[in-house]
C-alpha cells in the first residue's frame, strides 16, 4: 500500500450560544393579547402558570395597559430593563417592524411564533426579518413555531398545553403541531424533558446550533429530534460526530417515501436513495435513528439513564416463559448476546426459584416468583461481574403486585451494593403495571409495556456505547496524479459528456487503480499496434451496438498470445459477424488484455446531494442489483469505515476463502481508497462504477469502469 498514507482529522466548530433563547432571565411577549383564545394570551400565561418568576415578564402590546395583572408595554423599547428573549406573537406582516423594534431594543434573542413566511411562499419576509437579526445580532428561532419549553428555569415559552415533566432530554421538532402531541404524551407517560424547542422554518437558529447547545447544557443527558430534513447534511455530520463523543443523540427522521421517490438513477445510485444516504449518515456519526415517536422517546430514556455497559453479556429475568421467548428472539433482533448462565450463578439463582423454575438464560422465576425472588435473583445478577446487563420480565399474576415488585426491584438497585449496570424492565399487564412502569422509570430502570420495546431500548445504548468505544479511525489518502486526471474530465466536461471507457480507465489508473487494458482498433494494423502496447496476452471482441452475447456470435477471442495468431483471429472473429449476425453495424474491434476471472466484487461511489459522496463496496457481476449485496459509507472514508463496509457485505466471507483460498482483501481495500480520493479531489464526479473488480489470491484488477460526470 504504497500510496496509502494516513492522515489525522482535525475538526472544530465553534458553538454557538443560545443562553439567552433556551435559559432567558427576562422574557417580552410581543403580541400579549387580552383575549384568552388568542395565542398571544396563552403564551403569556403559559409563562406565568409554568412558574417562571412573574418579575421578569413583560407583556407588549400599545392597546393596553395591563393583562394578567402584569404591566403592559407599547413598545418592547418601553421595557425598563434588559430583554434577554423575545417572544414575538404578532401577524406576519408585523413581525419586520417589531423585529426592528427589538434591534434598537438590543434584545438578545427572539422566538417568531408567527406563521405566514417561507411556508407559505413570504420569502421575501423572511429574508428581511433574518436580514434584521444578524445585523442586530440577535438569534432568532422560527418563524411559524410553537415555541421554547423549558423544565430547568420553568419556562413555558409556547402555546403548548403545559411543561412537560422535567427530565434530561432535550426534543428538537421542526413539526409544532406533532411536538405539542408528542410533549403532552410524554407527560402521560411521565417521560421528563430537559427542553422542548420548536425550530419551525428554521431560517436562523437550526437543528444544529441547537444539538451544538444541548451537547454542552448539564440538564441535558440526550438529545432527541424530529426531523423532516436536513439543508446542510455535511455540516450536520461533522457536528454530531463530535458531539455523540459526549452525548447520544437520537433522530425520527421521517419522509422517507418522499426521498425514495427521488431515487437516484445509476448503478450504485439506485442502490443508494437518500434515506438510505440517512441512515448511512447516522450510522458513520453515531445518531441513533428512532422509527417511530414512542421509540424516539424510548431510546431516548435509555440512553439518557442507563450507565453504560462493561460488557455484552445480557440476562433476562423473566416470571412467565411467553414473555421471555418473547425477549430473546427481540434480542437476537437488535443485536443483544445473550450470555450462557455459568453453573455457579445458576447454583444461586436456584434459590430464588422453585423446583420448575428455570436458570438457563432468559432465568424464569416461574409464575409464583413474588418481590422476594426478583429482589433476590436480580441481587445475585447484580453481584456477578460477568453479567453487564438485565432485562427484567414481569407479566400480572393474581398473586403479585407488579408495584411491590417494582419497588423491590428499585430498592435493589438504590442500595448502591454493586456496580450500576444498565437495567430496563417490561410490564405486561393492566392499570397497576402502568403504574409499576412509571416507579420503575422514575428511578432509573426505564420501563414499558412489552419485552420488544425494552429490548429495543437496551439495544439502542449497546448501540451507542459501541460507537463510542469504537476506534474513530485514521483518514485514508492516496497520492493521484491529480493533474493529469483533471485534464481528462476538464475536457469531458466541455464536451459535456461522460468519460469513454478508456479515460475511465485512464483516470482510474492515475489514481493506482489496477485497470484492464483496453482500446478500440480500426483495422488489422491497429489492433497489432495496440496490443504490442498493452502486451500479449490479448482478447479482441467485436464492438456493436447491435450484439448482446458476443460468445455466441463468436465475436469474441481470448487468450491471444502472439502476433501471428492476432493476425488470424482478427480475421475470424469479423467474418464470424458477417455470417452469424449479418445485420449488426461493425464500430470496431476491441483490443483487451488477457485477464482470469477472479472473485467479482463492486465498487463504487455516488454523489448524494445532501451527503456527498457515498462509496459502496459489494459483490459484483451482472447480479448485482438482484443481490443488492453492498455497503456504503460517506467520505471521506478512515480505515475503520472500510473495514466495517466490508464486514457488512456477504462477499468479504468469499474474499476471506469461503470454500477457498483467501483472497487479496488489502488490494481491495487500496481501490476503495482510491475512489474515496477521486471523490474527494473532483467534485465533478457524480458517480464512479468499477464492476466486476476480478480479485485474486494475489491483487486484483477493474475489468469494468464508468466514471459519469456531474453536468
Ligand atoms: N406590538 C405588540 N402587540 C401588537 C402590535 C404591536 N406592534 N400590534 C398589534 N398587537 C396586538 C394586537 O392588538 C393583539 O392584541 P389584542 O387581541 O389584545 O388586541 C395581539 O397583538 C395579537 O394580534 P392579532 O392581530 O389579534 O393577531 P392574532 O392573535 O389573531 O394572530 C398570530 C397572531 C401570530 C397568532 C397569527 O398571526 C399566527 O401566525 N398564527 C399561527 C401561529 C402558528 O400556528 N405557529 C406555528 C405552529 S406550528
Redo the contacts with the bound molecule.
Keep these: 500500500m504504497k500510496n496509502l498514507i494516513i492522515s489525522k482529522q482535525v475538526k472544530s466548530t465553534e458553538r454557538m450560544s443560545l443562553q439567552h433563547l433556551i435559559r432567558p432571565k427576562t422574557i417580552a411577549v ?6 384568552e383564545t ?3 394570551h396563552m403564551v403569556l400565561k403559559n409563562i406565568i402558570d409554568g412558574g417562571f418568576p412573574k418579575e421578569n415578564v413583560f407583556p ?5 395597559d395591563n393583562i394578567l395583572g402584569l404591566k403592559c408595554y407599547p ?1 418592547v423599547k418601553d421595557i425598563p430593563v434588559d430583554v434577554d428573549l423575545a417572544v414575538i ?4 406582516r ?1 413581525v419586520p ?2 423585529m426592528k423594534e427589538c434591534a434598537e431594543k438590543k434584545v438578545k434573542a427572539v422566538a417568531v ?4 413566511f417561507k411556508e407559505v411562499g413570504n420569502v421575501e419576509g423572511e429574508r428581511e426579518i433574518v436580514r434584521i437579526a444578524k445585523e442586530a445580532g440577535i438569534k432568532l428561532l422560527g418563524p ?3 415555541g421554547i419549553a423549558d423544565t430547568p428555569m420553568k419556562i413555558n415559552a409556547s402555546f403548548m398545553p403545559y411543561l412537560p415533566e422535567r427530565g434530561k432530554i432535550a426534543f428538537i421538532s421542526q ?3 406533532l411536538a405539542i402531541g408528542l410533549v403532552t404524551w410524554t407527560k402521560l407517560k411521565e417521560i421528563g424533558l430537559s427542553d422542548v424547542v ?1 425550530i ?1 422554518n428554521k431560517a436562523d437558529v437550526n437543528e444544529i446550533d441547537l444539538i451544538e447547545f444541548f451537547s454542552k447544557d448539564p440538564h441535558t443527558k440526550a438529545i432527541t429530534l424530529y426531523m423532516e430534513g436536513i439543508e446542510d447534511g455535511r455540516k450536520f455530520m461533522e457536528v454530531a460526530k463530535r458531539v455523540t463523543k459526549v452525548k447520544p443523540i437520537v433522530m425520527l427522521k421521517a419522509g422517507k417515501a418522499e426521498r425514495t421517490a427521488a431515487a437516484i438513477k445509476s448503478h450504485t445510485g439506485s442502490l443508494a436513495g437518500s434515506d438510505i444516504a440517512y441512515d448511512i449518515a447516522f450510522k458513520q456519526c453515531g445518531v441513533i435513528r428512532a422509527e417511530s415517536f414512542p421509540t424516539l422517546f424510548d431510546y431516548g430514556l435509555a440512553l439518557a439513564s442507563l450507565p453504560d455497559p462493561k460488557g455484552e453479556n445480557v440476562v433476562i429475568l423473566t416470571n412467565g416463559g411467553g414473555a421471555g421467548v418473547m425477549a430473546t428472539d427481540a434480542c437476537e433482533q437488535y443485536g443483544l448476546k445473550l450470555m450462557d448462565i455459568p453453573s455457579d450463578l445458576a447454583g444461586k439463582l436456584k434459590k430464588w426459584m422453585p423446583e420448575f423454575g428455570s436458570t438457563l438464560n432468559p432465568v424464569d422465576l416461574t409464575g409464583m416468583a413474588a418481590d422476594r425472588d426478583y429482589y433476590g435473583s436480580l441481587q445475585t445478577l447484580l453481584a456477578d461481574e460477568r453479567v453487564h446487563a438485565i432485562i427484567i420480565l414481569y407479566c400480572h399474576t393474581a398473586i403479585t403486585d407488579p408495584l411491590r415488585i417494582a419497588e423491590a426491584l428499585v430498592k435493589c438497585k438504590r442500595e448502591g451494593k454493586y456496580v450500576d449496570k444498565p437495567m430496563v424492565a417490561a410490564f405486561i399487564g393492566g392499570r397497576e403495571c402502568d403504574t409499576a412502569i412509571k416507579h420503575l422509570t422514575r428511578y432509573g430502570i426505564p420501563a414499558f409495556e412489552n419485552p420488544e420495546r425494552a429490548v429495543a431500548a437496551l439495544a439502542a445504548k449497546y448501540r451507542y456505547w459501541r460507537y463510542k468505544k469504537r476506534p474513530s479511525g485514521a483518514f485514508v489518502k492516496v497520492d493521484g496524479n491529480k493533474e493529469k486526471a483533471k485534464v481528462i474530465i476538464e475536457r469531458a466536461l466541455r464536451e459535456g459528456r461522460a468519460l469513454t471507457p478508456s479515460e475511465a480507465a485512464e483516470v482510474a489508473h492515475l489514481y493506482d487503480i489496477p485497470v484492464v487494458k483496453k482500446r478500440i482498433a480500426r483495422s488489422k494494423e491497429d489492433a497489432l499496434k495496440i496490443a504490442e502496447e498493452i502486451g500479449y496476452p490479448v482478447v479482441l471482441e467485436v464492438e456493436s451496438p447491435d450484439i448482446v452475447h458476443k460468445v455466441d456470435v463468436g465475436a469474441i477471442r481470448l487468450n491471444i498470445q502472439s502476433r501471428e495468431e492476432l493476425e488470424k483471429a482478427y480475421d475470424e472473429v469479423l467474418s464470424n459477424v458477417k455470417k452469424n449476425a449479418p445485420k449488426a453495424r461493425i464500430e470496431g474491434v476491441v483490443v483487451r488484455s488477457f485477464v482470469k476471472q477472479g472473485v467479482e466484487v463492486a465498487v463504487g461511489m455516488h454523489r448524494d446531494e445532501l451527503f456527498g459522496p457515498m462509496i459502496m463496496f459489494g459483490s459484483g457481476g451482472t447480479l448485482i442489483e438482484l443481490y443488492k449485496d453492498v455497503a456504503f459509507r460517506i467520505a471521506p472514508l478512515t480505515d475503520i469505515d472500510i473495514d466495517e463496509m466490508m464486514k457488512e457485505t456477504k462477499v468479504i466471507k468469499v474474499l476471506e476463502g469461503f470454500r477457498d483460498k483467501p483472497k487479496d482483501i488489502e488490494a481491495v481495500k487500496k481501490v476503495l481508497a482510491s475512489v474515496n480520493q477521486l471523490s474527494l479531489d473532483f467534485d465533478e464526479i457524480k458517480d464512479i462504477d468499477i464492476n466486476p473488480l476480478f480479485v485474486y489470491e494475489k491483487g486484483c484488477i477493474a475489468f469494468d469502469v464508468k466514471i459519469l460526470l456531474r453536468s
Design positions: 410581543i403580541g400579549a393579547s387580552r383575549e388568542k395565542i398571544g407588549v402590546n400599545p392597546n393596553v413598545s406573537v404578532v401577524p406576519a408585523i417592524k417589531v411564533i408567527s406563521s405566514g411559524n413555531i410553537v413539526s409544532g403541531a420548536s419551525g
